[in-house]
């Protein structure tokens, strides 16, 4: 897999949270890879994705999710207006991963930006492309 077929299934994974309680986490990640294997679908082959990957795949979404408080406190802090509990859960979603690969992975700011940017346009509604770049841009 390359890194933007990676960080979408990070994205869905840490989404998924918001759908769950934190101590179900674990198991819910396992078996949204598990069935990610046994599912062939047109965006993600069934043999497209290495151990390697679903480790890594999985740590991240675990470790995005245990920094949810941190991250949330932060985007609470910068971005006027808007509270996390307010925004719309993919946009979140999106906020978290890029805010979390700036922060912890020392990722590029624009490459976390574009990335979440162009998973916002995927994902989210019409206007989540502008809204999670303006946020980004208020956090950074």
């Known amino acids: 897999m390359n890194r933007h077929e990676i960080r979408k299934e990070v994205f869905k994974a840490v989404f998924m949270k918001e759908f769950h309680d934190s101590d179900e986490m674990e198991n ?5 890879l598990e069935g990610r294997d046994n599912a062939e679908t047109e965006d993600l082959p069934k043999n497209n994705k290495s151990e390697e990957d679903e480790t890594y795949i999985k740590t991240k979404s675990e470790d995005i999710i245990s920094k949810i408080s941190e991250i949330d406190e932060q985007i609470n802090k910068s971005v006027d207006g808007w ?3 307010r925004m719309a859960k993919v946009d979140l979603t999106l906020i978290r ?12 700011v624009g490459v976390a930006i574009n ?7 995927e994902f989210g509604s019409d206007g989540s492309a502008g809204f999670v770049n303006g946020a980004l841009a208020k956090l950074i």
């Open 28 to 32: 819910v990640i396992d078996t949204f």
């Open 115 to 121: 990335e979440a940017v162009t998973l916002a346009d």
């Open 97 to 108: 991963l890029a805010l979390y690969e700036i922060k912890y992975e020392n990722i590029p």
């Open 83 to 85: 509270k996390t509990t």
